[in-house]
């Protein structure tokens, strides 16, 4: 699997993309930056992501409003939010990120090596995920193959047990289709 985590940034001033792209450098981690809620949501749409960070404050549509709308879509709802904001004296923005779903909740200034780890785990979390659905994956498609060997062996053994020469020959046909079958 060759898909590479992405990181959802959005905040609607373009140096501090800049910097949080500066940030996630050499992390197995690809930016996609956008400045508004509305960007965000729009890209949500169409790619996956591992985590958001996601300015609180924001012209327009907040942090908040843009967070709702994302916890409420069934495609994303399970994305982890960081709210990362400049107010830091208001403890009320804390708990309102919390409360319409993010796992964590930043000031600025924060440490970046704090956010790289933060964003490392998620960015690990989303790999883990995705490995297991591709193994959930591959064990439902062998257990349809075994489930289609097993009906072909039991038709196979109802022919087998009359007397007529050609169900015989039918018999031997299917259970070498299955047998090819399993080997595919």
Avoid: C
């Avoid at 508004?36 to 949501?41: D, F, I, K, N, T």
């Avoid at 909740?105 to 790289?116: E, G, I, S």
């Avoid at 883990?128 to 439902?140: C, D, I, Y």
């Avoid at 018999?171 to 070498?176: G, Q």
């Amino acid at each position: 699997m060759s898909e590479v985590a992405k990181a959802l940034l959005v905040d609607d001033r373009r140096e501090n993309l800049m910097a949080l792209e500066a940030i996630l450098q050499g992390l197995p981690v690809q930016s996609v930056a956008v400045e508004s809620g509305e960007a965000a949501l729009k890209q949500l749409l169409v790619e996956d992501f591992a985590v958001i960070l996601l300015d609180a404050q924001m012209p327009e549509m907040d942090g908040f409003e843009t967070a709702s709308h994302i916890k409420r879509r069934e495609r994303t709802r399970h994305v982890p939010i960081i709210f990362l904001t400049a107010a830091d004296r208001d403890a009320q923005l804390a708990l309102r990120g919390y409360a319409v779903g993010a796992v964590d909740y930043l000031t600025k200034p924060f440490d970046p090596w704090v956010l790289r780890a933060k964003v490392s785990v998620f960015v690990e979390l989303w790999v883990k995920t995705r490995q297991l659905a591709a193994q959930s994956e591959l064990v439902r498609e062998r257990d349809n193959q075994w489930r289609s060997m097993t009906e072909a062996v039991d038709d196979a053994v109802a022919l087998l047990r009359s007397d007529d020469p050609e169900s015989r020959e039918r018999a031997v046909e299917m259970l070498e289709q299955a047998r090819w079958g399993a080997v595919a």
